[in-house]
Protein backbone atom coordinates (compact mmCIF):
# COMPACT_ATOMS: atom_id res chain seq x y z
CA UNK A 1 0.00 0.00 0.00
CA UNK A 2 1.29 3.42 -0.78
CA UNK A 3 1.27 5.92 1.88
CA UNK A 4 1.03 9.52 1.96
CA UNK A 5 4.52 10.09 3.35
CA UNK A 6 6.21 7.87 0.37
CA UNK A 7 4.23 9.87 -1.70
CA UNK A 8 5.28 13.12 0.00
CA UNK A 9 8.98 11.19 -0.37
CA UNK A 10 8.76 11.81 -4.37
CA UNK A 11 6.95 14.72 -4.60
CA UNK A 12 8.26 16.75 -2.57
CA UNK A 13 11.15 16.64 -4.86
CA UNK A 14 9.83 16.45 -7.99
CA UNK A 15 6.66 18.00 -8.40
CA UNK A 16 7.09 21.44 -6.31
CA UNK A 17 10.17 21.93 -8.65
CA UNK A 18 8.39 21.27 -11.72
CA UNK A 19 5.64 23.38 -10.73
CA UNK A 20 6.76 26.56 -8.96
CA UNK A 21 8.92 29.27 -10.48
CA UNK A 22 12.96 29.20 -9.03
CA UNK A 23 14.14 30.51 -6.07
CA UNK A 24 10.43 29.97 -4.81
CA UNK A 25 9.45 27.75 -1.97
CA UNK A 26 7.10 25.35 -2.80
CA UNK A 27 3.98 24.77 -0.04
CA UNK A 28 2.92 21.06 0.45
CA UNK A 29 -0.26 20.13 1.83
CA UNK A 30 -0.24 16.46 3.32
CA UNK A 31 -1.93 14.65 6.18
CA UNK A 32 -0.71 15.53 9.49
CA UNK A 33 1.30 12.31 10.83
CA UNK A 34 3.06 11.90 14.54
CA UNK A 35 6.74 12.81 13.03
CA UNK A 36 5.41 16.34 12.31
CA UNK A 37 3.83 16.90 16.08
CA UNK A 38 6.81 18.58 17.32
CA UNK A 39 6.88 21.35 14.56
CA UNK A 40 3.02 21.14 15.15
CA UNK A 41 3.47 22.37 18.79
CA UNK A 42 5.94 24.84 18.52
CA UNK A 43 3.46 26.83 16.02
CA UNK A 44 0.56 25.47 18.41
CA UNK A 45 2.69 27.25 21.14
CA UNK A 46 3.57 30.63 19.85
CA UNK A 47 0.23 30.72 18.25
CA UNK A 48 -2.29 30.34 20.92
CA UNK A 49 -3.01 31.52 24.55
CA UNK A 50 -4.06 28.22 25.56
CA UNK A 51 -2.13 25.83 23.71
CA UNK A 52 -2.95 22.29 22.43
CA UNK A 53 -0.35 19.66 24.30
CA UNK A 54 1.15 17.42 21.94
CA UNK A 55 -0.86 14.53 23.57
CA UNK A 56 -3.77 15.96 22.41
CA UNK A 57 -2.87 16.36 19.08
CA UNK A 58 -1.83 12.52 19.18
CA UNK A 59 -5.28 11.48 20.24
CA UNK A 60 -6.65 13.24 17.44
CA UNK A 61 -4.39 11.84 15.16
CA UNK A 62 -5.69 8.11 16.63
CA UNK A 63 -9.27 8.76 15.64
CA UNK A 64 -8.91 9.46 11.83
CA UNK A 65 -12.52 8.07 10.96
CA UNK A 66 -13.94 11.29 13.01
CA UNK A 67 -10.62 13.75 12.11
CA UNK A 68 -8.91 15.33 9.68
CA UNK A 69 -5.59 16.89 9.99
CA UNK A 70 -3.17 18.55 7.68
CA UNK A 71 0.22 20.31 7.96
CA UNK A 72 1.54 22.45 5.27
CA UNK A 73 5.34 21.98 4.65
CA UNK A 74 7.78 23.71 3.11
CA UNK A 75 11.52 21.98 2.49
CA UNK A 76 9.72 19.30 4.72
CA UNK A 77 9.63 22.02 7.91
CA UNK A 78 5.78 22.41 8.80
CA UNK A 79 4.61 26.03 8.38
CA UNK A 80 1.38 25.61 9.50
CA UNK A 81 -1.36 23.14 10.12
CA UNK A 82 -5.28 22.61 10.52
CA UNK A 83 -7.82 20.06 12.08
CA UNK A 84 -11.03 18.89 11.65
CA UNK A 85 -13.79 17.15 13.75
CA UNK A 86 -16.76 15.67 11.56
CA UNK A 87 -19.90 14.44 13.16
CA UNK A 88 -22.33 12.90 10.31
CA UNK A 89 -22.68 15.67 7.66
CA UNK A 90 -21.28 18.45 10.38
CA UNK A 91 -17.60 19.57 10.35
CA UNK A 92 -16.02 21.47 12.86
CA UNK A 93 -12.54 23.15 12.14
CA UNK A 94 -10.40 22.51 15.79
CA UNK A 95 -7.80 24.50 14.56
CA UNK A 96 -6.04 26.42 11.78
CA UNK A 97 -2.57 28.38 12.95
CA UNK A 98 0.44 28.93 10.41
CA UNK A 99 3.81 29.69 12.17
CA UNK A 100 4.49 33.62 12.03
CA UNK A 101 7.37 33.53 9.58
CA UNK A 102 4.94 32.26 7.10
CA UNK A 103 1.80 34.26 7.33
CA UNK A 104 0.28 36.04 4.79
CA UNK A 105 1.96 33.72 2.17
CA UNK A 106 -1.39 31.96 1.60
CA UNK A 107 -0.46 29.15 3.98
CA UNK A 108 -3.48 28.94 5.79
CA UNK A 109 -5.66 29.42 2.38
CA UNK A 110 -4.39 26.13 0.94
CA UNK A 111 -4.78 24.30 3.87
CA UNK A 112 -8.71 25.24 3.88
CA UNK A 113 -8.71 24.81 -0.07
CA UNK A 114 -7.27 21.00 1.31
CA UNK A 115 -9.60 20.95 4.49
CA UNK A 116 -12.88 21.77 2.74
CA UNK A 117 -12.44 19.61 -0.46
CA UNK A 118 -11.30 16.50 1.77
CA UNK A 119 -14.18 17.06 4.04
CA UNK A 120 -16.83 17.17 1.34
CA UNK A 121 -15.67 13.60 0.17
CA UNK A 122 -16.20 12.76 3.42
CA UNK A 123 -19.50 13.87 3.20
CA UNK A 124 -19.55 17.07 5.51
CA UNK A 125 -22.03 19.45 4.45
CA UNK A 126 -22.02 21.92 7.04
CA UNK A 127 -18.50 23.71 8.51
CA UNK A 128 -18.60 25.30 11.72
CA UNK A 129 -15.53 27.28 14.02
CA UNK A 130 -15.13 29.10 16.36
CA UNK A 131 -12.87 32.69 16.63
CA UNK A 132 -12.28 34.73 18.91
CA UNK A 133 -14.31 38.46 18.16
CA UNK A 134 -11.21 40.52 17.95
CA UNK A 135 -9.03 37.94 15.44
CA UNK A 136 -9.70 40.37 12.31
CA UNK A 137 -7.37 37.67 10.03
CA UNK A 138 -9.04 34.57 10.58
CA UNK A 139 -12.73 36.18 10.34
CA UNK A 140 -11.08 37.54 7.06
CA UNK A 141 -10.17 34.29 5.98
CA UNK A 142 -12.77 32.39 6.85
CA UNK A 143 -15.21 35.29 5.55
CA UNK A 144 -13.01 34.38 2.03
CA UNK A 145 -14.33 30.92 2.36
CA UNK A 146 -17.62 31.23 2.82
CA UNK A 147 -18.14 31.36 6.96
CA UNK A 148 -20.72 33.69 7.83
CA UNK A 149 -21.37 34.85 11.79
CA UNK A 150 -24.26 32.51 13.10
CA UNK A 151 -23.98 33.17 16.74
CA UNK A 152 -21.32 34.35 19.68
CA UNK A 153 -20.58 32.05 22.51
CA UNK A 154 -19.80 34.41 25.41
CA UNK A 155 -16.71 33.92 27.39
CA UNK A 156 -15.80 31.10 25.24
CA UNK A 157 -12.07 31.72 25.50
CA UNK A 158 -11.19 31.08 29.31
CA UNK A 159 -7.59 33.19 28.92
CA UNK A 160 -9.56 36.77 28.03
CA UNK A 161 -12.99 35.76 29.24
CA UNK A 162 -13.34 36.96 25.33
CA UNK A 163 -16.43 35.81 23.10
CA UNK A 164 -16.13 33.37 20.37
CA UNK A 165 -18.25 34.51 17.25
CA UNK A 166 -19.87 30.93 15.66
CA UNK A 167 -19.13 31.04 12.11
CA UNK A 168 -20.81 28.53 9.46
CA UNK A 169 -20.38 27.54 5.87
CA UNK A 170 -23.45 26.07 4.91
CA UNK A 171 -23.91 23.09 1.59
CA UNK A 172 -20.27 23.20 0.95
CA UNK A 173 -21.30 19.94 -1.09
CA UNK A 174 -22.74 22.07 -3.76
CA UNK A 175 -21.40 23.47 -6.81
CA UNK A 176 -21.18 27.31 -5.85
CA UNK A 177 -18.92 26.14 -3.24
CA UNK A 178 -16.69 23.87 -4.87
CA UNK A 179 -15.96 27.32 -7.60
CA UNK A 180 -15.35 29.18 -4.62
CA UNK A 181 -12.59 27.29 -3.75
CA UNK A 182 -11.32 26.95 -7.12
CA UNK A 183 -11.53 31.19 -7.36
CA UNK A 184 -9.08 31.07 -4.08
CA UNK A 185 -7.05 28.27 -5.99
CA UNK A 186 -6.87 30.18 -9.07
CA UNK A 187 -5.80 33.42 -7.32
CA UNK A 188 -3.14 31.33 -6.04
CA UNK A 189 0.43 33.11 -6.88
CA UNK A 190 2.08 29.63 -6.12
CA UNK A 191 0.15 26.87 -7.00
CA UNK A 192 -1.10 24.21 -4.12
CA UNK A 193 0.61 21.27 -4.11
CA UNK A 194 -2.03 18.99 -2.59
CA UNK A 195 -0.97 15.57 -1.41
CA UNK A 196 -3.77 14.02 -0.24
CA UNK A 197 -5.52 13.88 -3.20
CA UNK A 198 -6.59 10.50 -4.30
CA UNK A 199 -5.09 8.99 -1.25
CA UNK A 200 -6.92 6.70 1.12
CA UNK A 201 -6.54 9.06 4.39
CA UNK A 202 -7.74 6.69 6.56
CA UNK A 203 -5.75 3.61 5.47
CA UNK A 204 -3.09 6.11 5.92
CA UNK A 205 -3.79 7.46 9.54
CA UNK A 206 -4.11 3.75 10.20
CA UNK A 207 -1.15 2.51 9.44
CA UNK A 208 0.83 5.37 11.04
CA UNK A 209 -1.24 4.71 14.13
CA UNK A 210 -0.13 1.17 14.59
CA UNK A 211 3.62 2.04 13.32
CA UNK A 212 3.45 0.61 9.70
CA UNK A 213 3.51 3.38 8.30
CA UNK A 214 6.30 4.81 10.12
CA UNK A 215 8.83 7.36 8.39
CA UNK A 216 11.35 6.96 6.28
CA UNK A 217 13.83 6.74 8.64
CA UNK A 218 11.54 3.98 10.21
CA UNK A 219 11.25 6.01 13.49
CA UNK A 220 8.62 8.19 14.67
CA UNK A 221 9.73 12.18 15.65
CA UNK A 222 7.65 12.38 18.75
CA UNK A 223 8.36 12.56 22.51
CA UNK A 224 5.19 13.00 24.84
CA UNK A 225 5.96 15.94 26.66
CA UNK A 226 3.13 17.24 28.33
C1 LIG B 1 -5.16 33.50 10.94
C2 LIG B 1 -3.95 32.81 10.27
C3 LIG B 1 -4.15 31.31 10.38
C4 LIG B 1 -3.89 33.24 8.81
O1 LIG B 1 -2.84 32.50 8.18
P1 LIG B 1 -2.10 33.04 6.86
O2 LIG B 1 -1.37 31.91 6.25
O3 LIG B 1 -1.33 34.25 7.20
O4 LIG B 1 -3.35 33.45 5.95
P2 LIG B 1 -3.33 33.68 4.38
O5 LIG B 1 -2.00 34.22 3.95
O6 LIG B 1 -3.83 32.47 3.71
O7 LIG B 1 -4.40 34.85 4.27
C5 LIG B 1 -5.61 34.71 3.55
C6 LIG B 1 -6.42 36.00 3.71
O8 LIG B 1 -6.86 36.15 5.05
C7 LIG B 1 -6.82 37.54 5.40
N1 LIG B 1 -5.77 37.79 6.39
C8 LIG B 1 -4.81 36.93 6.80
N2 LIG B 1 -4.04 37.53 7.73
C9 LIG B 1 -4.52 38.78 7.88
C10 LIG B 1 -4.17 39.87 8.70
N3 LIG B 1 -3.12 39.81 9.56
N4 LIG B 1 -4.91 41.01 8.62
C11 LIG B 1 -5.95 41.09 7.79
N5 LIG B 1 -6.34 40.09 6.95
C12 LIG B 1 -5.63 38.95 7.02
C13 LIG B 1 -6.48 38.28 4.14
O9 LIG B 1 -7.70 38.54 3.44
C14 LIG B 1 -5.63 37.25 3.41
O10 LIG B 1 -5.57 37.46 2.01
P3 LIG B 1 -4.49 38.49 1.40
O11 LIG B 1 -3.16 38.20 2.05
O12 LIG B 1 -4.52 38.19 -0.06
O13 LIG B 1 -5.00 39.88 1.74
C15 LIG B 1 -2.63 33.24 10.95
O14 LIG B 1 -2.60 34.64 11.07
C16 LIG B 1 -2.41 32.60 12.32
O15 LIG B 1 -1.85 31.53 12.43
N6 LIG B 1 -2.83 33.30 13.39
C17 LIG B 1 -2.67 32.78 14.75
C18 LIG B 1 -3.59 31.59 15.00
C19 LIG B 1 -5.02 31.93 14.73
O16 LIG B 1 -5.51 33.02 15.03
N7 LIG B 1 -5.76 30.94 14.16
C20 LIG B 1 -7.16 31.04 13.91
C21 LIG B 1 -7.90 30.54 15.09
S1 LIG B 1 -9.67 30.57 14.81
Known sequence: MVVPEDMAATQDTVAPEAAVAPGTVATVVAPMRRRHLRGVVAIERDANPRPWSQRLFAGELRMPTSRLYLVALQDHRVVGYAGLMTTLDEGHVTNVAVHRDHRRQHVATMLLLVLMRRAVERGVVDMTLEVRTSNAAARELYRRFGFAPGGVRKGYYQDTGE????????????????????????????????????VDLLAAARADADGTG?????????????
Open 214 to 226: ADETGTDDVTETD
Open 163 to 198: DALIMWAHGIDQSDQADRLAGLEAALPVPLVDLTEG
